[in-house]
């Protein structure tokens, strides 16, 4: 390390995306400085799911790649982190969701990832609290669960990580500057901020998304698998306005995640009555036997999407030595593993286990200026 | 179904009710909400083996008397629905209370610490046990301990006592200079001298605080520090409260402002939010005489009657004297700060020891790596521990306020604002 340096490398954000790179970066012997505002970050509001997507080949060898890390890692994680491997069950509603289901079977079990295509009379075998007639579903096998907020905390506590909360009020390449004016420098700096990342770097063209979500009273054994709805792909992800998709996660306590929402245009971080009945009515469309189920509470919280939906992984092509690690929206917690080590490889100009092509940040801001 | 109230009251305790009987002579539709099975409050909370004072009766008497007072007992409020208008439930089903007028009664709960021990079976809080007993707990021949601080041990141990339970000791942590200073000024109010006189009791010891509660499966003994001296006590049950706290969440959530830990109104018991009032432990601790006039005084005004509301000026303003010598004495020693050991639970209901808790900046940091707080009780105990020994203030209040059926949350309008 370079005299003058804090760090070798310093990262904005304790989430699980800045918890991630820390990680992978001091298990490689450098000395990283985590910087945190204290703000209310997405990882602490997600569901931590962790799931296989498909919606395009970037996102699925992403996601595929990184359920598969978490799943490596599984058993290392303290019992704090509650990680599960669960299975993500997908819901088809009707015939044309049921080819939904079909296709993404196709296609994953091409891409070598385990899931089964499940009738409607199986279904109800697999989770008996499903209303009669649904036309069946896409369990993912290999797809998790987490509690992100510990998981970030035990990543965080690995030996050549030190945690500052300090508010980081300006970047300059691999430098950054504190509220207090103090100048902070390293080898490399890393915005793993999420969707305070604008404040600091306004060229990048992250916005917020709000969810909400619930959480019920404990009740055992009602729900195994994470339950999706299939409308999910049409109805939220690919939405402009206010859209909700039924979606139930057991949690090792007995507790049921109720969600999901999303709303745009919006920073307000109140829970919204109307959207709240909203997503509620939605989830008890596949479930109703909620109904009769105490929720004890419910919160919002914004994901940070980029416009194609990827992360922007990768050093900044007009600010050397500034590195980013943003844009995750709802899939953070599923790929900080492989968000981490692609940067990782980028930094230390290794061969990355991905293609970076379609995760690189040119591809919204204008190639370097410095090159 | 929905429902209207020209004024809605929140709490049937002694304020709630004074609120809706002065305020019942104007014709007002007025609904009162209630959490308990009755109405009364914790203070005159009924039950088989309760002994309720004329005036609660009278007062509920009058209460089903009058034609436009409608009361929802087991009643709680969830969310806030629209401007003016509560989404509340009961145990059979969940719907929209629209209003004109507000008032918080919404009392105060009391302040439990972590001791070790505090979570074994036998141990309660002091009002807490007070609530069993009247609910029907049997006590008789039972050897009980009462500890913490306040003038709610004593009412506490007498109730005790009537069902045939013998206080071993009451253990107020006060010192005695100060809960003296506070008994000389009594003669002030004499109704509370009478009162004083007739719950005293001989095993009242000032200066004294509870250490641990011991036993294996149960509670068996208490340890407690007397003037610096250990002393242990075999015993039934330990009664252990450490005064009251303000439930001014709902408040809060409406937005009416704070003052300190309690809901801040002005002469007309008008909180910050037009429209809205708030009276009785909501707004401090000041005992029941004080609920009940500034109960009267709020619903006075919140129907006009501004010249009534004056007329009770003078009267609260001797409880108000009350309250504020009550306070001063029976403020809490630090020392109880550090009763907590690192493997005491503080949240009982996700099982955080305070060795999990010490060391973080604040509660939210708190909550998210502990799990502290996200229990069914929402942090209603444990939130309020964590405010006295690390000064945590709370997080704002979200809906759903009370754990609350998700078929009640869905009558709420899903239509998005405009």
Redesign the interface.
């Known amino acids: 390390m370079n005299q003058g340096l804090v760090a070798d490398v310093i990262v904005i954000g304790a989430g699980i995306i800045g918890a991630a790179c820390a990680q992978a970066l001091a298990r490689r012997g450098l000395r990283v400085l985590v910087l945190d505002a ?1 703000l209310h970050g997405a990882t ?1 509001a997600g569901m931590g799911h962790l799931l296989v997507l498909d919606d395009n080949p970037a996102e699925l060898a992403l996601s595929q790649y990184s359920v598969q890390r978490w799943r490596e890692q599984a058993p290392q994680l303290p019992e704090s982190c509650a990680y599960r491997s669960n299975g993500t069950l997908w819901l088809a509603a009707n015939a044309e969701e049921m080819a939904v289901a079909q296709s993404k079977h196709m296609n994953l079990q091409a891409r070598g990832v385990t899931c089964e295509l499940i009738t409607g009379n199986a279904l109800h075998a697999r989770e008996p609290e499903l209303r009669d007639g649904l036309e069946g579903g896409l369990l993912i096998n290999g797809d998790g669960i987490l509690y992100a ?2 998981t970030a ?1 035990w990543m965080l506590d690995t030996p050549g990580i030190e945690q500052r ?1 300090a508010r980081v009020s300006e970047l300059d390449g691999n430098r950054v500057r504190l509220d207090d004016g103090q100048w902070l420098n390293a080898e490399a700096v890393i915005l793993a901020n999420g969707i305070q990342a604008n404040d600091l770097c306004p060229e990048l063209p992250i916005e917020p998304k709000k969810g909400h979500l ?5 009740y055992p054994r009602k729900v195994t698998h994470t339950l999706v709805e299939l409308g999910y792909v049409t109805s939220a992800h690919n939405a402009t306005g ?1 859209s909700t998709a039924c979606n139930i996660q057991p949690r090792p306590t007995g507790q049921l995640f ?1 969600g999901a929402s999303r709303q745009f245009g919006t920073t307000d971080p ?2 919204e ?6 997503m ?2 939605r ?2 469309e596949y479930m109703p036997g ?10 919002t919280g914004f994901r940070a999407a980029s416009p194609d939906g990827l992360p922007l992984i990768g050093q900044h092509p007009k600010r050397k030595g500034l590195w980013l690690a943003v844009g995750h929206e709802g899939m953070g917690v599923t790929t900080a593993p492989g968000t981490a080590d692609l940067l990782v490889a980028q930094l230390f100009n290794e061969t990355p286990p991905l293609a970076v092509q379609p995760y690189l940040p040119q591809r919204f801001l204008e190639e370097a200026a410095y090159a | 179904m929905n429902e209207y109230a020209d004024l809605l009251i929140i709490g049937a305790g002694p304020a709630g009710m004074s609120a809706a009987l002065a305020a019942a002579s104007s014709g007002a539709r007025i609904v009162v909400l209630d959490d308990n099975p009755l109405p009364g409050g914790q203070i005159w909370r009924d039950g088989p083996q309760a002994s309720l004072p004329d005036q609660a009766r009278q007062m509920r008497e009058r209460l089903q008397a009058n034609s436009n007072i409608r009361h929802h007992a087991g009643t709680r409020v969830i ?4 401007a003016k208008q509560l ?1 509340v439930e009961d145990a059979d089903r969940g719907w929209l209370i629209g209003y004109d007028k507000l008032i918080l009664c919404t009392g105060a709960r009391e302040l439990l610490l972590p001791f070790p021990g505090w979570t074994l079976p036998g141990v309660t809080g002091a009002g807490g046990l007070q609530a069993l007993i009247k609910g029907g707990l049997p006590v008789q021949d039972e050897r009980v301990v009462i500890a913490g601080s306040g003038p709610l041990l004593l009412a506490s141990a007498a109730t005790a006592k009537h069902n045939g339970a013998q206080v071993l000791r009451i253990a107020e942590q006060a010192s005695a200079v100060a809960v003296a200073g506070f008994a000389l000024q009594l003669p002030r109010w004499p109704g509370k001298l009478v009162q004083s006189f007739s719950l005293f009791d001989r095993h009242y010891r000032t200066g004294s605080h509870v250490v641990a509660a011991l036993g294996n499966d149960r509670l068996e003994a208490v340890r407690l520090r007397h003037r610096g001296k250990i002393v242990e006590l075999a015993c039934d049950r330990l009664a252990c409260g450490f005064g009251l706290i303000p439930n001014t969440q709902l408040g809060q959530a409406l937005g009416c402002a704070l003052d300190g830990s309690a809901l801040a109104v002005d002469a007309w018991q008008t909180t910050s939010h037009t429209d809205h009032y708030a009276a009785g432990e909501c707004t401090g601790f000041g005992g029941s005489e004080l609920a009940l006039v500034e109960g009267a005084i709020a619903g006075h005004v919140a129907v006009g009657n501004t010249a009534a509301a004056r007329n009770l000026w003078p009267r609260r303003a001797r409880w108000q004297g009350f309250a504020k010598a009550l306070n001063s004495a029976f403020g809490l020693d630090p020392q109880l700060k550090s009763l907590a050991q690192p493997d005491t639970l503080v949240c009982r209901c996700e099982d955080v020891p305070y060795s999990a808790l010490s060391g973080h ?2 509660w939210r ?1 708190a909550k ?2 502990s799990r502290c707080g ?3 009780c ?1 942090g209603r105990v444990c939130g309020g521990a964590l405010q006295y020994l690390f000064d945590w203030q709370p997080t704002a209040p ?3 306020f009370n ?5 009640t ?9 405009v």
């Open positions: 204290g602490a907020p510990a905390n909360r619930l959480i019920t009273d404990r206010p109720i109140q829970v009555g109307w959207m709240l009945a909203k509620l009515k989830a008890t909620l109904a009769q189920l105490n929720g004890i509470r419910a919160w | 969310a806030l629905a629209g989404l900046v604040g940091e998210l790596a996200m229990g069914a929402q979200r809906p759903p754990p609350a059926r998700i078929e949350l869905m009558c709420l309008d899903d239509t998005p604002p």
